[in-house]
């Protein structure tokens, strides 16, 4: 029989065993994993100097892989104990999609308690925000931090009338194919945290889009004929927008690594359904 080969050792302190290897050769234990993870954020911040101390960022959150790692970092980055400490003011929002992927009002209901207990033990300020708001000027439900809210489980969200998630529903069924649908889905999305953003003052908001994903926005708008956009759409910040920047400091981020990060160190997801193909 093969002799039992020995653990490969981390490439970085070359004493503990590999827990993961990321890409061909770069095989790291779970400690320089995280420090090689953290540092690739504060890197791909401090790099680019485009959010400055005391200035209001609203960190866009989905609950799925990527949003949930990059509020990990931001609540590492913000703590106490940090050498090179993060300066800027986070606030949170959600948007509930459940109407457009398929979901029931009670699962909705249950995503978003889910969503909100997350939310709320963060401490930063939050929003919870539904698709059909979008176009009102009451454009989302402003949560508390943990410190004005009081102890025990959030309360059951409301959702919107039933009357906005029809109508909701039949601008979704309108759209033909599910590439248009999902466009449709980014826009309404992107402009309800944008409207939120100016409401409260916030000019930069942070996604959680990962190498993988903007690699997928590059190759859908290059088979689209949007070419022309590449840059704003995959690089850093995006500033089409006028008041309000959006930045992407996950665009470096394998979705591998978030995945192994995410298990590691026990970040918690909320992974809301595809958008059904009809």
Known sequence: PCPRSHPRPC???????????????????RGCFREYFVHKFRA??????????????????SGG??????????QEGLSRETAKRLRFVPGLIYVDEGAVRGQSAAQREQSLARMETLLQA???????????????????LPGLSTQDTPAGPPAAPRLPPTARTQELLRLFEAVETPTAREELLQ?????????????GGYT?????????RVAIKLLTNLALGRGAFLAVDTGFADNRHGDVMVVRPMREYAAKEIAFYNRFFDVPTVIAPPLPTK
């Open 11 to 29: 490439v970085k302190c070359g004493q503990g065993p590999a827990a993961l290897i990321i890409r061909l050769g770069d095989a790291f234990c």
């Open 44 to 61: 791909m911040l401090g790099k680019n100097r485009v959010i400055f101390p005391g200035e209001k960022v609203l960190l866009a959150l």
């Open 65 to 74: 892989p990527a949003s949930s790692a990059m509020l990990r970092q931001v």
């Open 122 to 140: 963060t401490g930063f300020p939050y929003h919870l925000a539904h698709l059909e708001q979008d176009g009102d000027g009451d454009t989302s």
């Open 187 to 199: 826009m309404l999305r992107t402009h309800l945290i944008l409207q939120t953003a100016r409401t």
């Open 204 to 212: 930069k908001v942070m996604t959680g889009e990962s190498c993988t």
